[in-house]
């Protein structure tokens, strides 16, 4: 196996200590998993703010959003009978299952993609409404004829599915709702129409047939989405054998649409490896890497809010065509950056 990502030496660029929590009474847990686009000569991130309150040794608590936007807390002592903590991302109570962190969008900015900051006068995007009252998380962007699609999870008690905001100056959004209803997130949306069509990746999870599958669906006007196919499935033995889900937008090269996914083995661990697909009809996967292009093994993506992850979700191609640099969230705690090379990824991907 063999990583062949080149990690910033700045690494984590973002902390949660980096940032201000949004409400007084709560505080920042995790930076993570940010969407990437360039806007005004800078490069930008969509970063997902987890917050909660400060914990306490005998009970877990954690904010929701009400109907009108407002943050209730619920708290919960640690020995009740009916609470299931074992995983640190979520929590079964009663019988519901609950997220222990908030989720907003916030947005940094960059001269040279390593040094982030949050400018003044840009919103932050919060969750609306009841389909993401346990938040929003894990944004990607896709610039498509001057407009910014923002897909994005939308997260509540009704379950998990994609929402859809668009943008032109990243102050006013319009909102389209939820585009996927659930169980479904990583939607990336391709940059460019293919006969006259627009195309996403994404992945609902089928729980007792099938599973955690990444499919491609098209659209006539980037909102109504139909002709739904699986194109990658998670593989027994290898280290995408649990989930798998696509990353950013796919990326136009000559041999074809070249995807970074996220892979997950029954362990939790999360890797990122690649995909391509054909450049006329995107449903067609090409090839594969067999191994991973990056696997969790600095300290910050080993240990952390939820440890042994890398995942992407944002990235920057140079204009050389060749230097990607791909931001992921490592440990689910912090934001990170390194380099790829097209060329290097592309070598790797074996012929389905
Ligand atoms: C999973 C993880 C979490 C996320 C929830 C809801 O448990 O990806 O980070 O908050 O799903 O999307």
Known sequence: ???????????????????????????????????????????????????????????????VLTDLGAIEIIEIIKDHPELTATDARVINYQG????????????????????????????????????????????????????????????SSNGVGVGLRTTTDWKVFQKHGMILPPHNKDCAIFEEKINGLFYALHRPSSVDIGGNYIWIASSPDGIHWGN???????????????????????????????????????????????????????????????????????????????????FTNGHILDSDNDTLTVYYGASDEFVCGALFSIKEILSLLKDL
């Open 96 to 155: 519901a299952d609950y997220l222990t962190t908030l989720s907003h969008i916030r947005l940094l900015c960059s001269d040279g993609g390593r040094h982030f900051y949050e400018p003044e006068g840009y919103p932050h995007l919060v969750g609306e409404g009841i389909l993401e009252a346990f938040g929003i998380e894990d944004c990607r962007v896709s610039l498509i004829e001057g407009k910014y699609y923002l897909t994005f999870t939308s997260v």
């Open 228 to 310: 739904h196919k699986c194109i990658v499935r998670t593989r027994k033995q290898y280290w995408d054998s649990k989930r798998v889900g696509a990353g950013a937008a796919p990326i136009k090269t000559e041999k074809g649409w070249l995807e970074i996914y996220h892979g997950a083995n029954e362990q939790h661990q999360y890797c990122l490896g690649a995909f391509l697909m054909d450049l006329n009809d995107p449903s067609k996967v090409i090839s594969r890497t067999e191994d991973p292009i990056m696997f969790p093994s600095t300290d910050y993506e080993l240990s952390g809010f939820f440890g042994n992850v890398v």
């Open 1 to 63: 196996m063999k990583d062949i990502a080149k990690r910033f030496t700045e690494n984590p660029l973002l902390s949660p200590k980096d940032l201000r929590a949004s409400h007084d009474g709560l505080e920042i847990t995790c930076l993570l998993n940010p969407g990437v686009f360039q806007f005004q000569n800078k490069i930008w991130l969509a970063v997902r703010v987890a917050e909660r309150p400060k914990q306490i040794e005998s009970s877990i608590s954690f904010p």
